[in-house]
């Protein structure tokens, strides 16, 4: 039916009024005699008790839920004095309606990657056929480039070591997390970023014990998502830099680093030659 406005008044001594009042009249039924109603105020007096007004106003049933829960809180609460301002009336809201509900911190577990007894030995092609080479600069530095190899130069191809690595945080259907090293050596390929640049690849030179490599290590770069797809299409993603993968551009002798899939001069996809897994 329809209502403009509703007054219901809680009394100390009977508080069996405030529910025959907010709920219909009808025993069977457990709605509202009002939906419309929208809105309430709210009135102490000693002598007539804790007085609900409710008018019609456009909001919606929850807020005419809680004061209906808050006054139930409130049936058995007399003011000390018969005369109490604003600061009483909220302790004694903060006392009988507002629930004090305990917290409990929950510790946020990093990720750490263990690394498994295989290890993936092979040489890196791109989609070009282009091989991954080592190259050493002047100043002892080292990196790779993706050259075309012509027949009788494939001495030059970097053989690479796949560690492969688990996470008790990674869902099955995950990419496999590996550490790709340069075979009977101490570099690695790590994706890493100076200071207002982007990240790149490098190869680092690693002499620690890459057992375990947790979120926050200073060798977090050297993992990435290696996720393969088709026949044996693989891109590699930095691990801590989502979202940058290894990648090469056309032309040849160009050094091998990091872009984004946005890049569309650059290209993430590889193949695997002469692959041999090896468990330890």
Known sequence: MA???????????????????VYSDSAESDEMDCPDVSAMSCQCNMREGIKLEMWKHSTSMKHVVNI????????????????FGEEEMLNIIMDN???????????????????????IQCNVCDQFKKTLVQKSDSDSSSHLLAVTLRDGNHQYKAQFSLSTYVSPSASPNASQPVCLAISKSNFY?????????????????ITDNLSTIKDGDLNKDLLFFRKETGVANNTFESVKYPGWFISTVYEDFERVDMCQLSSGDRYTSFTLEQKQVIRN
């Open 68 to 83: 209906i829960i808050a006054l139930k809180r409130m049936k058995h609460v007399k003011p000390k004095s018969s005369e």
């Open 3 to 21: 209502c403009d406005r509703y007054d219901i008044t809680l009394a100390y001594d009977d508080s069996s009024e405030t529910d025959s009042a």
């Open 97 to 119: 309606v507002i629930q004090e509900r305990r917290m409990n911190g929950v510790e946020v577990t990093k990720p750490s990657y263990t690394k498994t007894n295989t290890i």
């Open 189 to 205: 390929l790590a994706c890493t970023k100076s200071d207002g640049s982007s990240p790149h690849l490098v190869l680092k030179e």
